[in-house]
């Protein structure tokens, strides 16, 4: 009953990315349709119109093999290495600026909304 339940809550988080995929194709909007459907399952989740609990053991079980979804875009590097040839420093020096620049900013938005949720 477990995996149907996790099945279940997979799908129901597959029909958001591919309802924000439809909307963005449809209005020919900007902003990819992944991140389209992540907003809506955010305003859904906020509005109370989906429990947490709903899509909970679904989401941590893609959280969990998370890593795995990396490995080919990894390997797909490696057919593009001339690319990388005499840019290789910069682009090393960019993704280490880029990381901390967001691990800052989640960081400092996090601190803020425990503090604000404080008052």
């Not at 339940?5 to 449809?26: A, C």
């Not at 906020?46 to 969990?64: C, E, F, H, P």
């Amino acid at each position: 009953m477990n995996i149907v339940r996790m099945i279940i809550q997979i799908s129901f988080l597959y029909v958001l990315y591919l309802l924000g995929v439809f909307i963005q194709k449809t209005f020919h909007l900007f902003i990819p349709g992944s991140i389209i459907g992540m907003l809506l399952l955010f305003i859904l989740l906020l509005t109370n119109v989906i429990k947490q609990d709903w899509i909970k053991a679904g989401s941590l079980l893609l959280i969990r093999y998370l890593p795995l979804f990396f490995v080919p875009v990894t390997v797909g590097i490696m057919n593009y290495l001339d690319l990388f040839k005499g840019k290789g420093l910069v682009i090393i020096v960019i993704v280490l600026i880029s990381t901390i620049l967001v691990m800052m900013g989640t960081g400092w938005i996090s601190q803020w909304l425990v503090r604000r949720q404080e008052e």
